[in-house]
């Protein structure tokens, strides 16, 4: 890999100290609160507004084993729920002042349910989410969004106003409009940077405040363009799927020549595509329910539809070779759609794999024999030859 | 000029060694706890029969779960994509292969250049596997070569609902104990495998021109029942457990002189 970057480096001393990140211990210091999300949909902006720092929970970078989640979790729940609440229950998550999750899907629910049981947390919101794809919904998301609002007023007595929010929306618009810079630059011939860098940067995105993240960003993204870096490849590849956030796991993929150039993961682009956009008379809380709305291309509330057209629009802007369709087992949100987006993909002439592993494992045994014969299929010939047909 | 393809499985390792487009010879030998010993031993074991020394081998290509770990190879291709070379090497009209190994099992399609054109294989428990045939085989002490033919001698075979090694094993033993002829026993698992490799094969879209690889395509009763669902008529080679050490041999072949030429 070309020279180290000094943003690259702070980012990497910060994921050094995960989970009570530095940049928590410091805000925590300071006498203010930190929440704990559980999902894309968990609005930030309001969490935001109310002075509280939201971080995104998450499990180690390695495959659970068999410990004491096991004692209170289904044996079909999800390997990163699994993963943070062996976390939670072995006191790693114990600064965490509260933990707001959404009903995204049974796993999540369920987590948070036996949490608040246990007394893990001193408190736990689960934020709800309307299904439905209609106008109607919109009210519905207002009531839900008053109620988180409610429940923070009561657990941390903070009163949250309209210029509250309007803040809280620039906080987080700009973190996206820079994750949305750094993404641009991927669509590059060579990009300047690599998809296990970007999921470190991405991962300390989860551990600090949005404004100190937003000005590391910036910091990289003059480093990127003045050094002037170019990371040539074998392939393109993008990821699509659940929760995929361990760096060692991408490196993997890239070792064997293939460069991840767009990540559509829950912890990816799907977690900041797209701002807040307020318009003139709009109430901040309204822009707010239209941007979580159908607008994050997550298999479990959005149209099919609009993920697929999300997909194969990154495709064509990232310059995609193959996907690696990652689905963690038991993922039920993913690994329902994953075969259909197949589909979808192989009618535009674009191979996928469809990868089914444990959240946090590595490109080893045989997860990296199915990578390295997918990117072996993936060669300039195959490729002419699929264009043509 | 020779060259050489080493694949290093999880319970058998096969060595193929080539020259000008011709197999010399190859050898199979149980997979040890080292894969650069087991690789330097299968190889040795290949030539000494025709009198070749390490040094005549000028290129060789690993593969199987140990390819990483053979130092003496030029490069590693995985098993899948091996398969599908040699396969088409050896019968180029095939387009669909299942190869069922010692601890996984594959279905491959591939194209008329024996380039992979998609693959599955079971996730990562070795249920339904060929180790999970050996244990079986243990535990009613038959040996492994015979559960195949006497599986075929069944009047009754016993539905298995499970392929999980642990559950199977105390099924199994539960039933001969019963007085069940191992026979309808052996039926039983042979028809829940040959379930979970079709399963594996319909997802891949199989062709007609379709074969079996693996050292489980030499159970006469698998292949048996495999045919049977799939309802299409398998075409063998000679040795199909050397299937993807042939494709390395194979891949190694182009690559030498590929080298050569450049």
Redesign the interface.
Request: charged fraction near 25%; proline fraction near 4%; charge should be negative.
């Given at each position: 890999m070309s020279s180290e970057l000094r943003a690259l480096q702070r980012i990497r001393e910060i994921n050094s100290s995960f989970p009570y990140a530095e940049p928590i211990q410091r805000w925590k210091a300071a006498g203010k609160k930190v929440i704990g999300t559980g999902c894309s949909y968990v609005p930030e902006e309001v969490i935001y507004a109310a002075g509280l720092l939201p971080i995104r929970v998450r499990g180690h970078s390695r495959e659970s084993g068999i410990d004491e989640a096991d004692a209170w979790l289904h044996p079909n729940t999800c390997s990163f729920q699994r993963g943070w609440f062996q976390m939670l229950l072995d006191g790693e998550y114990s600064f965490l002042d509260g933990f707001v999750s959404t009903y995204i899907c049974d796993c999540h629910r369920r987590v948070a349910d036996v949490a608040r049981y246990l007394k893990l947390l001193p408190f736990v919101h689960l934020f709800e989410v309307p299904l439905v794809d209609d106008e109607d919904s919109i009210p519905r998301y207002l009531d839900y969004l008053r109620a988180l609002i409610a429940a923070l007023h009561t657990n941390f007595g903070v009163e949250i106003t309209e210029s509250d929010l309007r803040r809280g929306i620039a906080t987080v618009n700009r973190k996206r409009d820079l994750l949305e810079q750094l993404r641009t630059l991927r669509t590059a011939g060579k990009p300047p940077i690599s998809g296990t860098e970007m999921v470190e940067v991405q991962n300390a995105g989860f551990v600090m405040p949005a404004d100190e993240f937003g000005d590391l960003l910036e910091e990289l993204i003059a480093e990127l363009k003045a050094e002037d870096r170019r990371l040539g490849s074998k392939f393109r590849l993008m990821l699509a799927g659940s929760c995929l956030n361990n760096p060692e796991f991408i490196a993997g993929i890239e070792e064997l020549g293939g460069l991840v150039v767009a990540d559509v993961t829950c912890m990816g682009i799907s977690y900041w595509y797209r701002q807040v956009e307020l318009e003139e008379g709009q109430s901040p809380l309204e822009a707010i329910a239209r941007r979580y709305h159908n607008k994050i291309p997550c298999p479990q509330r959005t149209p099919f539809a609009l993920r697929v057209e999300s997909v194969l629009s990154l495709v064509r802007q990232h310059q995609v070779d193959g996907v690696i369709l990652e689905v963690i087992?038991n993922c039920f949100p993913h690994g329902h759609t994953i075969a259909s987006l197949a589909r979808h993909l192989e009618r535009q002439g674009i191979?996928s794999l469809?990868l089914?592993k444990e959240y946090g494992t590595g490109s080893t045994?045989?997860i990296r024999?199915?990578v390295?014969?997918f990117l072996?299929?993936l060669?300039p010939?195959?490729r002419a030859?699929r264009i043509t047909r | 000029m020779f060259v050489a393809g080493i694949d290093i499985g999880s319970r058998a390792a096969k060595a193929v060694v080539m020259e000008d487009g011709q197999v010399v010879s190859h050898a199979i030998i149980d997979t040890g706890a080292e894969s650069a010993k087991t690789a330097d031993k299968v190889l040795r074991e290949a030539i000494r029969p025709v009198g070749l020394s390490l040094e005549d081998i000028e290129y060789t290509v690993g593969t199987g779960?140990g390819r990483c770990l053979i130092p003496f190879a030029n490069d590693n291709?995985?098993?899948?994509?091996c398969h599908a070379k040699g396969v088409n090497w050896c019968m180029p009209s095939v387009r669909t292969i299942l190869d069922m190994g010692g601890q996984?099992c594959k279905a491959i399609r591939c194209?008329a250049?024996g380039?992979?054109?998609?693959?599955?294989?079971n996730?990562?428990c070795a249920g339904g596997t060929g180790r999970f045939l050996e244990v079986i085989a243990d535990i009613l002490r038959v040996p492994l070569e015979g559960i195949g033919e006497l599986s075929l001698e069944s009047k009754e075979p016993i539905p298995f609902n499970t392929i999980c090694a642990v559950f199977a094993k105390s099924e199994a033993l539960t039933l001969q104990k019963r007085g069940v002829a191992k026979s309808d026993i052996l039926a039983g698992l042979h028809e829940a495998i040959a379930t979970r490799a079709y399963n594996l094969l319909r997802r891949v879209s199989p062709e007609p021109e379709f074969t079996i690889s693996g050292g489980i395509a030499k159970n006469a009763g698998m292949v048996a029942k495999v045919k049977a669902k799939l309802k299409l008529e398998p075409v063998f080679w000679d040795e199909p457990q050397i299937m993807g050490a042939l494709g390395a041999a194979v891949f190694a072949a182009e690559r030498s002189a590929l080298a050569a030429s450049a």
């Amino acid at each position: 890999m070309s020279s180290e970057l000094r943003a690259l480096q702070r980012i990497r001393e910060i994921n050094s100290s995960f989970p009570y990140a530095e940049p928590i211990q410091r805000w925590k210091a300071a006498g203010k609160k930190v929440i704990g999300t559980g999902c894309s949909y968990v609005p930030e902006e309001v969490i935001y507004a109310a002075g509280l720092l939201p971080i995104r929970v998450r499990g180690h970078s390695r495959e659970s084993g068999i410990d004491e989640a096991d004692a209170w979790l289904h044996p079909n729940t999800c390997s990163f729920q699994r993963g943070w609440f062996q976390m939670l229950l072995d006191g790693e998550y114990s600064f965490l002042d509260g933990f707001v999750s959404t009903y995204i899907c049974d796993c999540h629910r369920r987590v948070a349910d036996v949490a608040r049981y246990l007394k893990l947390l001193p408190f736990v919101h689960l934020f709800e989410v309307p299904l439905v794809d209609d106008e109607d919904s919109i009210p519905r998301y207002l009531d839900y969004l008053r109620a988180l609002i409610a429940a923070l007023h009561t657990n941390f007595g903070v009163e949250i106003t309209e210029s509250d929010l309007r803040r809280g929306i620039a906080t987080v618009n700009r973190k996206r409009d820079l994750l949305e810079q750094l993404r641009t630059l991927r669509t590059a011939g060579k990009p300047p940077i690599s998809g296990t860098e970007m999921v470190e940067v991405q991962n300390a995105g989860f551990v600090m405040p949005a404004d100190e993240f937003g000005d590391l960003l910036e910091e990289l993204i003059a480093e990127l363009k003045a050094e002037d870096r170019r990371l040539g490849s074998k392939f393109r590849l993008m990821l699509a799927g659940s929760c995929l956030n361990n760096p060692e796991f991408i490196a993997g993929i890239e070792e064997l020549g293939g460069l991840v150039v767009a990540d559509v993961t829950c912890m990816g682009i799907s977690y900041w595509y797209r701002q807040v956009e307020l318009e003139e008379g709009q109430s901040p809380l309204e822009a707010i329910a239209r941007r979580y709305h159908n607008k994050i291309p997550c298999p479990q509330r959005t149209p099919f539809a609009l993920r697929v057209e999300s997909v194969l629009s990154l495709v064509r802007q990232h310059q995609v070779d193959g996907v690696i369709l990652e689905v963690i087992m038991n993922c039920f949100p993913h690994g329902h759609t994953i075969a259909s987006l197949a589909r979808h993909l192989e009618r535009q002439g674009i191979p996928s794999l469809q990868l089914e592993k444990e959240y946090g494992t590595g490109s080893t045994g045989q997860i990296r024999t199915r990578v390295q014969a997918f990117l072996e299929s993936l060669t300039p010939a195959a490729r002419a030859e699929r264009i043509t047909r | 000029m020779f060259v050489a393809g080493i694949d290093i499985g999880s319970r058998a390792a096969k060595a193929v060694v080539m020259e000008d487009g011709q197999v010399v010879s190859h050898a199979i030998i149980d997979t040890g706890a080292e894969s650069a010993k087991t690789a330097d031993k299968v190889l040795r074991e290949a030539i000494r029969p025709v009198g070749l020394s390490l040094e005549d081998i000028e290129y060789t290509v690993g593969t199987g779960y140990g390819r990483c770990l053979i130092p003496f190879a030029n490069d590693n291709i995985s098993e899948i994509s091996c398969h599908a070379k040699g396969v088409n090497w050896c019968m180029p009209s095939v387009r669909t292969i299942l190869d069922m190994g010692g601890q996984d099992c594959k279905a491959i399609r591939c194209d008329a250049m024996g380039r992979v054109v998609s693959f599955v294989m079971n996730d990562k428990c070795a249920g339904g596997t060929g180790r999970f045939l050996e244990v079986i085989a243990d535990i009613l002490r038959v040996p492994l070569e015979g559960i195949g033919e006497l599986s075929l001698e069944s009047k009754e075979p016993i539905p298995f609902n499970t392929i999980c090694a642990v559950f199977a094993k105390s099924e199994a033993l539960t039933l001969q104990k019963r007085g069940v002829a191992k026979s309808d026993i052996l039926a039983g698992l042979h028809e829940a495998i040959a379930t979970r490799a079709y399963n594996l094969l319909r997802r891949v879209s199989p062709e007609p021109e379709f074969t079996i690889s693996g050292g489980i395509a030499k159970n006469a009763g698998m292949v048996a029942k495999v045919k049977a669902k799939l309802k299409l008529e398998p075409v063998f080679w000679d040795e199909p457990q050397i299937m993807g050490a042939l494709g390395a041999a194979v891949f190694a072949a182009e690559r030498s002189a590929l080298a050569a030429s450049a």
